[in-house]
């Protein structure tokens, strides 16, 4: 019995172990992508002159568009094809996974191929009468072809919780991707004939370019570790036939809950997109040109910044899956709870002062990326709210996908759909350009709320626990939060918060104090160690904090 109970603490401590090392290797992978995604915004903001808020918004709208089709093509692969190797190599079956990968990459490089062509030929219609629209569109169908292979290779390392790979070609895959951009950008209206719907047209292909990039590497990354797979195929212990029908069936029933549960967010952006506009017109009166500039404001801008924080649950969620779904198919229901409350705390100890920083330094944040403009300033403090529940969904959603409860996941998904939908016209009419976000806040806390009471019933996860400690970091994040807005406030008197270089002074200045301020109390109350495990003791003892 005694043997037993240090297998199962062994077995809970390797599982941690597990999590918060993938999570720092996607964590790292996914918030390095994002601040590429959001630097190259820089010169490229530049270099669109005049045109930048037009390029902007018909940059955002063409990826909102792409963003559904990259969803259906491929968005469920990497979580369903993880879910299914975890659960077969649970089982001992390691050749039935590698059944399962291979016939997975034939099956979704013919979706991406139809996915493609549906983009190209629906292009005039999805343009919604705008004609500029149309080679943008056409541009980004062309990733579709190579994406599919990219993400059910992700999907094989992450299902063997091989976290690494996925994090490296993410990070090659948008370092290739933005390189290509800012240089057809700067070619195109520095050098060229300044189209800027020819560079937003080369900018969008990028995607084509980096998905490339990160595949070849991935690739290689699978060639290097194929004699170690061979070893381990040879004890696998198959006792279980899957046909292949069977094995493809297995990905479409696991990719379709992924699909629409991955797409939740890109749904509740493509509302706005197409409501916005028309609601804003029915309502008040102004012009078009203007409404694009408002759009580009909080659906480009302010959430281009709010994504970097919000990738921190996607890299979780990816780092949480394969572990719960091996966990539950053993059985192991003590092991599921542990690692439900584990997950939930991991995330929020990052997230609650990462939203909370980004909203005390969102003035010279602003500036330094786009510019002075007092309602982006406004918008991006919303979003940072906003953020927070982005990030919550995703985690939580993730978790009742890792415990095959999709159904479950999909009908409480759609209760927030239904709210977002109800709120979004009084929203847009009470608060006017602010309507769309706090209907989408509305709609995500709705369901935040039902999915955290559905994982209390049914899996009882320490929920007092995670409250007590969530309060800590909340009021810590607080604390954090005044201290940053002072230090803001304070340089602003000093420094010119209006210019970009001085505003990128008082963001590093701000930062530092924001983290030693955080840092110094989530160690001092051993929050840290908590949440973290027993080496966070090492960093305190090092810092000499008792």
């Known amino acids: 019995m005694d043997e037993q109970r240090r297998s199962r603490r062994r077995g809970e401590r390797s599982a941690h172990e597990k999590m918060i090392r993938g999570s720092a290797w996607m964590t790292a992978g996914s918030v390095m992508s994002r601040i590429l995604g959001a630097v190259y915004i820089l010169p ?12 902007n918004a018909l940059f955002t709208k063409g990826y909102q568009i792409y963003s559904i089709f990259i969803i259906i093509s491929t968005a469920g692969i990497p979580g369903a094809v993880s879910k299914q190797i975890a659960r077969y190599d649970a089982m001992g079956e390691y050749k039935t996974s590698m059944r399962l990968f291979w016939h997975g990459m034939l099956a979704t490089s013919m979706m991406g191929i139809v996915s493609a062509s549906l983009m190209w030929l629906f ?110 195929n040879a004890q696998s212990k198959n006792e279980v036939h899957v046909s292949v029908n069977q094995l493809l069936m297995d990905i479409v029933r696991q990719a379709v809950p992924f699909i629409i549960m991955d797409s939740a967010i890109t749904w509740y952006y493509l509302i706005d997109q197409y409501t916005f506009f028309k609601g804003m017109h029915s309502l008040y009166s102004v012009t078009t040109k203007q409404l694009n500039v408002y759009y580009a404001t909080y659906a480009g801008n302010a959430n281009k910044l709010i994504m970097i924080i919000v990738s921190l649950a996607t890299a979780m969620s990816v780092t949480a899956i394969p572990l719960l779904s091996g966990a539950i198919t053993r059985g192991d ?24 920083g980004m909203a005390a330094i969102a003035h010279p944040l602003y500036v330094m990326f786009y510019g002075y403009n007092e309602l982006g300033f406004k918008m991006l403090q919303v979003s940072c709210v906003l953020a927070v529940f982005l990030g919550l969904f995703t985690i939580l959603a993730a978790l009742l996908q890792g415990l095959f409860r999709n159904r479950l996941a999909i009908k409480l998904m759609l209760w927030g759909v239904a709210g977002k939908l109800l709120c979004q016209l009084p929203f847009m009419f009470l608060f006017n350009v602010y309507g769309p976000m706090l209907s989408t806040l509305v709609g995500m806390g709705i369901s935040c709320w039902l999915m955290l009471r559905a994982l209390r019933r049914e899996f009882h996860f320490k929920a007092r626990q995670t409250a007590r400690r969530v309060l800590g970091m909340l009021f810590f994040s607080v604390v954090m939060y005044a201290f940053v807005r002072t230090a803001v406030l304070l340089l602003s008197m000093v420094l010119n918060p209006y210019i970009k270089v001085t505003s990128a002074v008082i963001i590093v200045i701000a930062l530092v104090i924001g983290v030693a301020v955080y840092g110094y109390l989530v160690l001092k109350t051993h929050l840290a160690d908590m949440i973290l495990g027993s080496r966070v003791a090492g960093i305190r003892t090092r810092l000499h904090i008792k």
């Not at 584990?342 to 939203?355: D, K």
């Open 123 to 232: 292009a005039p219609v999805l343009a919604a009468g705008d004609a500029d629209m149309i080679p943008v569109i056409h541009s980004l169908s062309a990733a579709l072809v190579v994406i599919p292979l990219l993400s059910i290779m992700r999907g094989f390392f992450q299902g063997h919780s091989e976290m690494a790979p996925s994090a490296i070609s993410q990070f090659v895959e948008q370092l290739v991707r933005v390189g290509y951009m800012l240089a057809t950008a700067f070619a195109i209206m520095r050098m060229g004939n300044g189209n800027y719907v020819h560079a937003v047209t080369q900018s969008t292909f990028a995607a084509f370019i980096g998905a490339v990039a990160g595949a070849a590497l991935l690739w290689l990354l699978f060639l290097k570790r194929l004699p170690a797979i061979r070893r381990r």
């Open 333 to 356: 229901r003590k092991a599921v709870s542990q690692q439900i409350g584990n997950v939930l705390q991991l995330f929020l100890i990052v997230m609650l002062p990462a939203s909370f």
């Open 44 to 55: 490229w903001w530049i270099w669109m002159g005049k045109y930048a808020y037009e390029a």
